[in-house]
């Protein structure tokens, strides 16, 4: 069975940072392509970013780009989101999540398995 188990938010500044983890178990992590997302109070989930299995690839989303990255250690089976210059905006829970199909192609990606979430907050 597939886990996926996100860490690391909290309640932080505007400017501020946080590093958020994922920890995967139940797969072969290296294998497949994973990613973030985030919701909003009343809103629906957004992508955030996404990396390729070796973590040669990545892809994030216009209001994050600059700001966050996405990265993975392999040998951890963990998936990290670095994210720098805090804004209110990016209050959200946060969720890591598996593309389970080995077929996609980047960029096509359907994510099936999902943590549970960890909430960020950032003050005003």
């Known amino acids: 069975q597939v886990q996926l188990v996100e860490s690391g938010g909290a309640l932080v500044q505007d400017g501020g940072s946080l590093r958020l983890s994922c920890e995967a178990s139940?797969?072969?992590?290296?294998?497949?392509?994973m990613g973030w997302f985030r919701q909003a109070p009343g809103k629906e989930r957004d992508f955030v970013a996404a990396?390729?299995?070796?973590?040669?690839?990545?892809n994030y989303a216009d209001s994050v780009k600059g700001r966050f990255t996405i990265s993975r250690d392999n040998a951890k089976n963990t998936l990290y989101l670095q994210m720098n210059s805090l804004k209110p905006e990016d209050t959200a829970a946060y969720y890591c999540?598996?593309?389970?199909?080995?077929?996609?192609?980047?960029?096509?990606?359907?994510?099936?398995?999902w943590g549970q979430g960890t909430q960020v907050t950032v003050s005003s």
């Open positions: 990396i390729s299995q070796s973590g040669s690839l990545t």
């Open positions: 999540a598996v593309d389970g199909n080995l077929r996609s192609a980047w960029g096509r990606n359907n994510y099936d398995t």
């Open positions: 139940g797969l072969a992590f290296s294998r497949y392509v």
